[in-house]
């Protein structure tokens, strides 16, 4: 079946450091996957942080990027300077243009130390 | 303001009980889902509607049954419960039934059974 596979957390770093967060999937029903990352901050819920539906695109938001690979099935997560704000789980999630069925990981849970 | 709400945001329920989770949302919407997330699985999908209408139901038991009163309603009835339905429980809606489009979530009903 259609899955994901995210660096499992939590996940601590210093503020200014880089982060990566892992992203890989599979994609068993879905002929043209879309690639989505998602985050949710204390007490709210998930919202949309960036997504990329072509193979080959790059997504950024909030000083994030990734990267649709299609060859490496990956749409790994990364910042280069993190603030303590930052601070949430991310969750990366595949979906299809043709079903209204959104797959998700487990989330990355992140902790930003000041 | 919230613009999907969950109530309550906690439930603790005994084994056997029946309990009804509340999902609004107030993004005018045409589709809403339920999502699941128990300790360190993924966010794992459970029913998508659309205009009312059930499209997809992922959840195998028949203990769970979304109940849609109105067009921005979607309740979560969840009967018999057993320790292992402990999980939050995440409402969300789209503007249209379609992967591509990004999902909204509500902040979550953390259930546990004891």
């Known amino acids: 079946g259609d899955s994901v596979t995210q660096t499992e957390g939590p996940v601590t770093v210093s503020e200014s450091e880089s982060l990566i967060i892992n992203c890989t999937y599979s994609?068993?029903?879905?002929?043209?996957?879309?690639l989505f990352w998602y985050v949710r901050y204390p007490g709210e819920g998930l919202q949309l942080l960036l997504k990329?539906?072509?193979?080959?695109q790059k997504g950024s938001s909030r000083g994030f990027e990734a990267t649709y690979n299609k060859e490496t099935t990956s749409f790994h997560l990364q910042k280069a300077s993190v603030q303590e704000s930052d601070s949430a789980v991310y969750y990366c999630a595949l979906g299809s243009s043709n079903t209204n069925k959104v797959v998700f990981g487990t989330g990355t849970r992140l902790q930003v130390l000041p | 303001d919230p613009k999907i709400i969950q109530k309550p945001k906690y439930l603790v329920a005994v084994t056997g009980s029946e309990k009804i989770l509340i999902c609004e949302q107030y993004l005018g919407h045409n589709a809403m889902y339920w999502y699941r997330q128990s300790a360190k699985k993924p966010l794992e999908f459970m029913f998508s509607?659309?205009?009312?209408?059930?499209?997809d139901n992922q959840t195998a038991s028949s203990r769970f049954q979304p109940q849609s009163s109105k067009k921005n309603h979607l309740d979560l009835q969840i009967t018999a419960l057993k320790p292992d339905d402990s999980a939050t429980y995440f409402c969300?809606?789209?503007?249209?039934?379609?992967?591509?489009?990004?999902?909204?979530f509500g902040a979550g009903t953390r259930l546990s059974v004891l």
């Open positions: 990329v539906i072509t193979a080959g």
């Open positions: 969300a809606s789209s503007q249209e039934g379609r992967g591509q489009n990004t999902l909204y």
């Open positions: 509607y659309s205009y009312q209408k059930l499209m």
């Open positions: 994609a068993t029903s879905i002929a043209y996957p879309n």
